[in-house]
Structure formats: C-alpha cells, structure tokens
C-alpha cells in the first residue's frame, strides 16, 4: 500500500498578539517570510506529496505570487481561503482534499494522511515531518509535543491553584499534527455539529469526538509557535546559531 502525505499549513490568522500592521507570517524572518521557513521544509521532505497552503481571502493571489512561485514551492497544489477562526481554516483544506478537484491527479486511494501545521512555527525540520509520518501510518491521530519543563499550575477565575499535575504528565502540543484524512474529516464533522466552543487544536477534536487514542510524538524545543514579538527576537536567535553551526560543521569538514 502507498501512502499519501498531504501538508495543510495554515497561514490564514491576523496575529492580533503580535500587535503589527504586518501579519506576523508575513513578517521577513532572516532573508524570507516567516511563513517560506515552514513551507520550504515540508517541500524538502521527500515523504510530502502535495502542500496545501491557507491564507486569508485578501493574500491568496499574492501567496502565489509572492511566495509560492519566487521560493519554488512546486509542492502547493493549492491556495486556499481560510476562515474566521483556525478551525475554519482547517475545515476548508479538509474539504478540498476530499473534494473531486484534489484527486484528479490522485491514483492512490489507500492510506492517506494529513499533516496539520501553523505557519507560524518556522521550525519544523524535515526528520519531525518523517517521524510523524512514520507514527501516524499505525497510529492514526499523532500530535508533535514535548515534556514540559516548568511546573505546570491550574488556576481558578479568582487567582487560586487548583491543581499542580504531575510533571512528567504533561506535554505541551505543538504542530504537524498527523492524522488519517477519514478518521480528521470524520472528527470535524461530528464536531461542526456540536460547535468548536474551547476547541484549542486539532487533536482535541479527535480526542472528543472519535473513540481513538491519540498519541503524542515527539517534537521539538526549537519548534516554537511566533505569537508575540519576545518570540521574533529567540526565532532570530535560532536562525543565527543554526547558520553558525553550518559555518563551523563546513570548516570542520562535516
Ligand atoms: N490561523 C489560520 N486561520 C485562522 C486563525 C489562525 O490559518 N482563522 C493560523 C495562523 O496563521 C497560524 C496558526 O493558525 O499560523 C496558529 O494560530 P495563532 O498562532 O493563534 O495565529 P493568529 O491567529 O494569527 O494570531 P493571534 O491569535 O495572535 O491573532
Ligand atoms: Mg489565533
């Protein structure tokens, strides 16, 4: 059986907490847009079948002018409109991958999945796009994360601790978030008719709503979501520790 791997990247939001006239994926993150980071690796990765990129109804055309076409993203099989929530995001790429329209180049018709990733999080790396992609053939609902490393408080409305969860119990989930593009479809479905009230990821939703377990992968601390300008200044500093690291790996030979 061949599996297929489509990546949905959501670039649709207004990031309202970055507090700039600029749309935060849209922002120039070292010599590219923030957003090209995560689009060139799914692209890199040789697992990856076709990319679907959301943005909001006002940047479809210049997504494929200015992003799609100058980096060479020949992966991106669409543009689509996103929605007014992430949710509404990632129910319009769903609905296009299993619309007559995605599948007319599609002769597989066995094992898909989709890989649901922010835009936002520039640092995804191709050997978490292959983990994930391995895990969620058997697995079926995989979300990327990592073991938190504060201690994690639940607070009530009125300031007080409620609950201290035990650390090595909690994970904080990132994205790709992986799923077979059934059991996802069949998961917003049911969840459309309930409302998305509270509904923070994808993963949730499958939680809620299948009967399915849903397993965590690991990702990674470098893979942080950009949501407020503290987080430009660390991506800043990543990209210049990972561009000297090139430097000193080529000096060194390796
Ligand atoms: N997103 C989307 N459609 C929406 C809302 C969010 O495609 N209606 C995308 C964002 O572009 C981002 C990812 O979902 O890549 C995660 O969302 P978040 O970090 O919350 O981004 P924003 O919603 O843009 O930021 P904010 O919540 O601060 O406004
Ligand atoms: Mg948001």
New binding site residues.
């Given amino acids: 059986m061949k599996e297929k791997y489509s990546a949905v990247v959501?670039?649709?939001?207004?990031?309202?907490?970055?507090g700039r006239d600029t749309?935060?994926?849209y922002l120039m993150l070292g010599k590219k847009p923030l957003l090209v980071h995560a689009l060139e690796t799914f692209q890199q990765c040789e697992l990856i079948h076709q990319i679907i990129l959301?943005a909001d109804q006002a940047h479809v055309a210049w997504c494929r002018e200015a992003v799609v076409e100058p980096f060479g993203l020949n992966k991106v099989t669409a543009v689509l409109a996103?929605?007014?929530?992430?949710y509404?995001?990632v129910w319009n790429a769903l609905s296009y991958l299993v619309s007559a329209e995605s599948r007319i180049n599609s002769s597989e018709e066995n094992g898909e999945y989709v890989l649901i990733h922010?835009?936002?999080?520039p640092f995804v790396s191709v050997p978490m796009i292959e983990r994930i992609c391995a895990e969620v053939k058997t697995k079926k609902a995989c979300v990327a994360g990592m073991p938190v490393k504060d201690t994690i408080k639940l607070v009530s409305a009125g300031g007080v601790i409620t609950e201290s969860p035990e650390r090595s119990m909690v994970w904080q989930a990132q994205t790709p978030q992986a799923f077979s593009l059934e059991l996802i479809v069949q998961a917003f479905t049911k969840q459309r008719e309930e409302g998305f009230l509270g509904i923070t990821d994808d993963g949730m939703i499958v939680e809620k709503q299948m009967k399915v377990p849903v397993f965590m992968t690991v990702g990674s601390d470098q893979n942080i979501?950009i949501?407020t300008p503290e987080d430009l200044v660390i991506a800043e500093a990543f990209l210049e520790a990972f561009f000297c690291k090139k430097v000193v790996d080529r000096c060194m030979g390796s």
């Fill in positions: 959501l670039a649709a939001g207004k990031g309202t907490r970055m749309e935060k994926q959301v996103g929605g007014k929530e992430r509404d995001s922010d835009g936002a999080r979501k949501t």
